[in-house]
Each structure stands twice: as structure tokens, then as C-alpha cells.
């Protein structure tokens, strides 16, 4: 079945600094990668998300980059903030989206120092 | 926040006991997914439903069941067969299965003593 690595699992940056964690995965029929994020005590919310036929996203400070080649994809953080401070995770639909589920990541640490 | 809801906020059980978590979803989405979140460990899938009547095992279905009999409810049962059942468990919905946004409820925080 698929499988999806998230590094790192820890990631401590100063405010105003770039965040990037990667996740790889193993199937090439996969379609559909979404970032979540996570504060403290939360839910899980979608922040960006990005299909096979596109190389890049954004949405102000963040953007996804896919690279279907190499199986990975990485979420990228630009000025960081201390709101910015969560658990993010990566998120793959295997098998062309048609297994029903997503596929998820077990997370990075995000902690951004004022 | 509305939309998927997750009751109670918190839980406790003494071993031996079935316990059923519910979840709701006003949403009309056709999808809903249970998932128990670990520290370290992300979000493991335990079940999920395509459809009214419908329902597929996840990764770590052993030691829980669910019923979908209304297309906005899901409950979760962790039966005594679950061997380590203190976690946190996450409900969520999407408009179908697959490659869709899916949408969280707040959680429930099951203790097991």
C-alpha cells in the first residue's frame, strides 16, 4: 500500500525565518497532496492542497511544491510567525484518489521563536 | 467551527467497557472517517464510509466498530477487544471519498482505566 514519510518530525525556526518540511510517498498514481495544521488542542485544517497536474501553489506565505518524478512533495513557510506554531501534516490520496481515504503523514513540530 | 461536532470533549471508561463516541456532520457530505491520533504517531485511519450502509475497515480497525444508518452520523464503538484504548479520536467528513478536503470535528479524548 502507499506510504508516506514526513521530515522532519521536529523543525525550530526564529520569527521571520523560512519553514520547509517534506514528505515523499510510494505510489505514482497518487493525486491529491494536502497540507493540515494543527495548534495545540485543535482540529486539523486543511491550509493548502495541490493536485498532480500542478508543480506549485501558493497562498501568501505558503506554498506547496509537488515533484512527481521524485515522489515528493514540500510545504514552504515564509516569514514565519509565532501564530505559525502547530503540528503540520502531509496528506496523500493513493491509488489515483479511487481507495477512499487519505493517507497521512505522522507530522512536524513547528515551533517558531519570537 | 460548525458543521462536524464530536461528543463529549472528554471520556472516561473503566476496562472492560464498550464505549460508543459520536459524530455528527450537518455538512450533506457523503464521506465520513474516524482516525485516532497518537503522540508521534499521526493520524492513523480506523474506519471509514463511503455511503448510508456502507463502511470500510482502516488501518487499526481491531477492537472497534461502526454503524452508518443516517447519512450525518458515524458512531465509533471501542469495544473491550481494543487493547490500548486511551487516545484521542478524530472524526471527520468530506463531500465524497477520496481526493477531497476532509473536514475535522473538534475530537474526543478517551481514557481507559
Known amino acids: 500500500g502507499e506510504n508516506v514519510e514526513q521530515h522532519p518530525s521536529t523543525l525550530s525556526v526564529q520569527e521571520g525565518d523560512s519553514a520547509v518540511i517534506k514528505c515523499t510517498y510510494s505510489?505514482?498514481?497518487?493525486?491529491?497532496f494536502p497540507w493540515y495544521k494543527q495548534e495545540l488542542g485543535k482540529r486539523p485544517q486543511l491550509i493548502i492542497d495541490?493536485?498532480?497536474?500542478?508543480g506549485e501553489k501558493k497562498d501568501q506565505r505558503i506554498a506547496v511544491t509537488l515533484n512527481k518524478t521524485a515522489k515528493h512533495f514540500s510545504l514552504h513557510i515564509t516569514e514565519t510567525q509565532p501564530e505559525d506554531s502547530a503540528v503540520y501534516f502531509c496528506?496523500?490520496?493513493?491509488?489515483?484518489?479511487?481507495?477512499?481515504?487519505?493517507?497521512f503523514g505522522k507530522g512536524t513540530k513547528l515551533s517558531v521563536k519570537p | 467551527d460548525g458543521g462536524i461536532t464530536q461528543s463529549p470533549k472528554y471520556l472516561f471508561r473503566k476496562e472492560g467497557q464498550n464505549v460508543t463516541l459520536s459524530c455528527e456532520q450537518n455538512?450533506?457530505?457523503?464521506?465520513m472517517y474516524w482516525y485516532r491520533q497518537d503522540p508521534g504517531q499521526g493520524l492513523r485511519l480506523i474506519y471509514y464510509?463511503?455511503?448510508?450502509?456502507?463502511?470500510q475497515k482502516g488501518d487499526i480497525a481491531e477492537g472497534y466498530s461502526v454503524s452508518r444508518e443516517k447519512k450525518e452520523s458515524f458512531p465509533l464503538t471501542v469495544t473491550s477487544a481494543q487493547k490500548n484504548p486511551t487516545a484521542f479520536y478524530l472524526c471527520?467528513?468530506?463531500?465524497?471519498?477520496?481526493?477531497?478536503?476532509?473536514?475535522f470535528g473538534p475530537g474526543t479524548r478517551l481514557t481507559v482505566t
Open positions: 471527520a467528513s468530506s463531500v465524497k471519498d477520496g481526493a477531497y478536503e476532509q473536514y
Open positions: 505510489d505514482s498514481a497518487s493525486n491529491y
Open positions: 495541490i493536485r498532480s497536474n500542478v
Open positions: 496528506a496523500v490520496a493513493p491509488y489515483g484518489g479511487s481507495q477512499g481515504n487519505l493517507i
Open positions: 455538512l450533506n457530505h457523503d464521506a
Open positions: 464510509s463511503q455511503i448510508v450502509n456502507d463502511f
